[in-house]
Nanobody
């Protein structure tokens, strides 16, 4: 039905950049919002950024000005450009799609930011 797959994570030094990509497949409406979440060790999963089908975006306060979420015109790819990374950004990052209150998740991609 719906499958999400993330890529682009890795190990980077503080101040560096990474670009995450989520590939969506299956059946869902083009305008369905998609988002990026992250879960750090010992912490709950938290929302990082959301993008609506029309392009409207929202960000967590902790990443405003540093991260940018974008979407391809077909609605099947969503990106998270992460700049000026900080050690506190270290987490597993997940792509998310919510359909009728049901959450679909990718397998996650690990981001580790060192000092």
């Amino acid at each position: 039905q719906v499958q999400l797959a993330e890529s682009g994570g890795g190990l980077v030094q503080a101040g560096g950049s990474l670009r995450l990509k989520c590939t969506a497949s299956g059946t869902f409406f083009r305008m369905t919002p998609m988002g990026w979440y992250r879960q750090a060790p010992g912490k709950q999963r938290e929302l990082v950024a959301i993008i609506a089908g029309g392009g409207t975006t929202r960000y967590a306060d902790s990443v405003k000005g540093r991260f940018n979420i974008s979407r391809d015109k077909y609605g099947t790819l969503v990106y998270l450009q992460m700049d000026d990374l900080k050690p506190e950004d270290t987490a597993v990052y997940y792509c998310n799609l919510k359909i009728q209150a049901r959450d679909f998740w990718g397998q996650g991609t690990e981001v580790t930011v060192s000092d």
